[in-house]
């Protein structure tokens, strides 16, 4: 596998399109497609998956499955196979673990091997290795595990030795992570006793459901005004489940937010996973007046999932909103393409509480904010809220900084598309990340790329 800072960056420019039409169905969901691997890997027997995310964040985190023993194998485009060693068995591997741009995949599996008594290396690519660890490595090392190594500031390359027997405890997360409550569940599950992770504000919980889809006894309770309470019991016998992967909302927010800035577009995204600790994005879009109707409501795999049809703004264009600190954990993901959004809506957007935003593929919040200076947007950043003062048009004729970040290549590629000049990202690498097809869904729907 190719890590994609050692070779030549790759810019790529979007123009102005024509009216975006038709029905597209993006990638499988990132955060359930990295679960599905481990969980396979932690049941004994063979986990069957369907839809499952192809980017290279996922491959690590197949990768580094096979490393502690499992079997990972594609069957077909999306449908893959992965038996286990099991819960208790894994091995050690003998080469760094090396999960290039994945702070997901890295952060769960430092969970795993933390409750393993083996010792493993964990490495990544130039953004990963900025990124914090200690947050991870603090509640495994209360649970027994040991940080053996760690570069600067509690950072990858990490090497962590586990324990046969983790201690059950008790954590509070000190901020809204659901990486940070995973790595502790997972490390939890081969206590002999009880793990409880408190969070205030609730994250997503595919963690939670896919264990109990794999038969651990986890509980979830109302914490405080917004938070929750999440108990697993240890040493479960976890059981081979079979996964469907729905539709990542995180990936479906570039066509959505397309369609709302190209005039008269009119486009459908098929099956895209609900879930109301993932669908911020939605409420805020719809505060801002965009046309988006849920149709086809239904369950796939355990998720509530829909068709999500969008039509642009021609008359009624966006208006400009204030987006609550609360929010942010179910949109943590999306507020680069908020903030296209914001540029094209009329009046100010003031997105609050995003400090969380600065520790990502790279420092989001100065990222966005370079991009859209870059395009003649009016914004600032004051303490941890963005302020977009949205025109109604955009200028564009920008060169946008990556930092090998591809959710800001993707948003910044959205807002070319409906810009008066075109928009010009300047690494389009990262993108493969987490939506390999992105151009091409993008231009079967009509989006312009030089
Ligand atoms: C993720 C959790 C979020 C999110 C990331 C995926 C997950 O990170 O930004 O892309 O799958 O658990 P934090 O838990 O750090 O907020």
Redesign the pocket.
Known sequence: MQTASHSPSSPLTAGRSRALSGRCRPPGD??VS??SLILGTLAVGETRIEGLLEGDDVLRTAQACRQLGARVEQRGPGSWSVSGPGLGSLLEPAETLDFGNA??GS??MMGVVAGHPITARFDGDASLRKRPMR?ILDPLALQGARVLEQAEGGRCPVVLRGTAEPLPVEYKTP????????AVLLAGLNSPGRTVVIETEA??D??EKMLSHFGARVSSEPWGEHGRRITLEGRPELRPSDVRVPVDP?SAAFPLVAALVVPGSDIVIEGVMINPLRSGLLTTLQEMGARIALENRRDEGGEEVADIHVRAADSNRLVGVDVPAERA?SM??EYPILAVAAAFAEGETRMRGLS?LR??ESDRLEAIAAGLRANGVDCEIVGDDLIVRGAGRVQGGGLVATHLDHRIAMSFLVMGLGAEQDVTVDDDRMIATSFPDFRSLMERLGARFV
């Open positions: 990132k955060s990295h679960r702070g997901t952060r769960l947050r901020v809204a992570s659901a990486q940070i409550k995973s994250s997503r595919h963690t995180s954990p943590i993901d969380e520790v990502k």
